[in-house]
């Protein structure tokens, strides 16, 4: 999963206000293509592509934008391209094409030397060189179980958070080295015979539901539980982690291991239970059955949730209430149904989306077009309808889109 703000946007070189533009990438996956649309001041999508460059991989999946770099993942490799001042892609050092390599999601490390990518079995990790190129392999991993699939990702300083599609499913932490690398070296698959031991998560929350996007910010996370169709917020330990150490011989948690077990803000339901057993962290706060979301995204304000729906082709928000149980009452909490709720367009089969201070971008799939939607100052969508898209790219379906500020105008 990309950075909640950082992660999507780049800051080039120092400009004249008067001369910034912006441009989104979107994967033209079925060409093997990617396409960057310029962006208008208002955040409009221009109707056809200023840049547009060849993968040299299979069906680019994912895109990301970190330190005036583009990284691309595709089916067998992940590229690098450095973005011109206008919006044009220079290729850096990529990875080598490795068989089967199916990759599932891109994170930057914060400090953005760090490249890390999931896919099933193990995480990878990519120390960058200085123009932000990748090695030609991994430089440290951790190895899970050949039925671990890995799916999205995001880090913050010292940690790494995963979703794995487990049975049934889990939100697992890893604490990164100093240096932002991962504690182990020479992972792989089932055929490979000198792969390290399986690791452990360092914290995890077990027991979910299929789980695949996820955001973390500041003391929180939230969670979309595929299987039954809902979100769940999670409080965080001041450190990042879950509460999930000190478990008695029955396996349940020890109360005392985590300080006051109401810092997590149980709901009601699950603070009786944890009077009994505590088998796992309270969830915070829940949404109500909802439909099942291809990618989340946060508001750069950090108060709204944004998921696109894919068999439906419609956009959800989720405006977070007060949290009364905290100081000041912040925005943390879930609300029980959507807040926002898009015109269907089922043609649309939205997949991967990118939202900035003004608009959100969703890569419109079977559509061939990007389209977006204009936002609310807290993050909500203001119509139904987008109020801007790009032309038909005729047979590129894409499925990821990112958005850069460049120092020079887009061109």
């Known amino acids: ?20 533009g912006s441009i989104l990438y979107a994967t033209a996956a079925s060409q093997q293509r990617i396409d960057g649309f310029c962006l208008g001041a208002d955040g409009a999508l221009a109707a056809t592509p200023a840049v547009q460059i060849a993968t040299l991989g299979r069906l680019p999946r994912r895109v990301l934008v ?44 914060p400090d953005g030397k760090t490249l890390y990518v999931t896919h099933l079995g193990f995480l990878e990790a990519f120390a960058l060189d200085a123009e932000g190129g990748l090695p030609k392999r991994f430089t440290s991993c951790v190895q899970g179980e050949n039925t671990n699939d890995f799916l999205d990702a995001q880090a913050t300083s010292g940690l790494l958070y995963v979703s794995a599609d487990d049975i049934p499913g889990r939100i697992a932490i890893y604490r990164l080295n100093a240096d932002g690398s991962l504690p182990q070296t020479g992972c792989g698959g089932l055929n490979k015979k000198d792969r390290p031991a399986v690791m452990r998560a360092d914290s995890a929350r077990k027991r979910l539901q299929r789980p695949k996007a996820f955001i973390v910010v500041r003391d929180f996370v ?74 989340l995204v946060l ?10 729906q894919y068999f439906k082709g419609r956009l959800d928000a ?23 709720i898009s015109t269907a367009n089922p043609v649309m089969t939205p997949v991967r989306l990118t939202a900035t201070d003004r608009a959100v971008y969703v890569a419109g799939g079977e559509l061939d077009r990007v389209v977006a939607f204009r936002l609310e100052a807290d993050g909500v969508p203001v119509d139904a309808a987008p109020f801007s898209r790009t032309d ?9 889109v990112a958005v850069a500020m460049l120092s020079a105008a887009c061109e």
């Open 392 to 400: 038909e790219q005729t047979n590129s379906f894409p499925n990821d």
């Open 66 to 109: 970190g330190n005036g770099v583009l990284y691309v993942a595709e089916a067998d490799r992940i590229e690098a391209f450095a973005i011109g001042a206008h919006g044009g892609l220079r290729p850096l050092a990529g990875s080598d094409p490795v068989k089967n390599f199916n990759p599932q999601d891109l994170t930057l490390n």
């Open 318 to 340: 989720y405006r977070l209430k007060p949290e009364p149980r905290l100081p000041d009452a912040p925005r943390v909490r879930l609300p029980k149904q959507p807040t926002f």
């Open 222 to 295: 939230y969670v979309e539980e595929r299987s039954i169709h809902r979100l769940t917020a999670f409080r965080l330990q001041p450190d990042g982690t879950f509460c999930d150490k000190g478990k008695d011989a029955n396996g349940n948690v020890v109360a005392e291991s985590c300080g006051d077990l109401a810092y997590f803000l149980p709901t009601s339901k699950c603070a009786r239970r944890q009077a009994k057993e505590q088998r796992q962290q309270c969830a915070a706060s829940k949404t109500g059955h909802v439909l099942q979301y291809e990618d």
């Open 1 to 20: 999963m990309r950075s909640l703000i950082g992660g999507l946007f780049v800051a080039l070189l120092a400009a004249e206000p008067a001369l910034a």
């Open 299 to 308: 508001h750069p304000r950090g108060e709204t949730l944004i998921g696109t």
